[in-house]
């Protein structure tokens, strides 16, 4: 089992930056690939970034390149968002999420197996 918890959300006006942070624990040697989801209300969960996590390619959604690095530590198991420019339209929860035996940086949130209790950003206009 792996345990995967966030930090790093808050409240920002449109521009600033926010770092997200998710430390892993548990069985971590299975994991494959790390990424980043959001969910707005009334809308479906969306993928945001992804990171795999042995050789450190990537991968992000259209709406966020340029703006938005997903980073890891190994060390300290824990894969980072770091968010700038930020828009009214990026607040939402943002969710950790871990993948297990395949290291394809897959978009889909069905493919990941495990996920954390999701943080809150909110930016204001």
């Known amino acids: 089992q792996v345990v995967l918890v966030e930090s790093g959300g808050g409240l920002v006006q449109a521009g600033g930056s926010l770092r997200l942070s998710c430390a892993a624990s548990?069985?971590?040697?299975?994991?494959?690939?790390m990424a980043w989801f959001r969910q707005a209300p009334g809308k479906e969960r969306e993928f945001v970034a992804a990171?795999?996590?042995?050789?450190?390619?990537?991968s992000y959604a259209d709406s966020v390149k340029g703006r938005f690095t997903i980073s890891r530590d190994s060390a300290k198991s824990t894969v980072y968002l770091q968010m700038n420019s930020l828009k009214p339209d990026d607040t939402a929860v943002y969710y950790c999420?871990?993948?297990?035996?395949?290291?394809?940086?897959?978009?889909?949130?069905?493919?990941?197996?495990?996920w954390g209790q999701g943080t809150q950003v909110t930016v204001s206009a």
């Open positions: 999420a871990a993948r297990r035996g395949m290291g394809t940086l897959s978009t889909l949130h069905y493919r990941y197996d495990y």
């Open positions: 548990g069985r971590t040697f299975n994991i494959e690939v």
């Open positions: 990171i795999n996590w042995r050789g450190g390619s990537t």
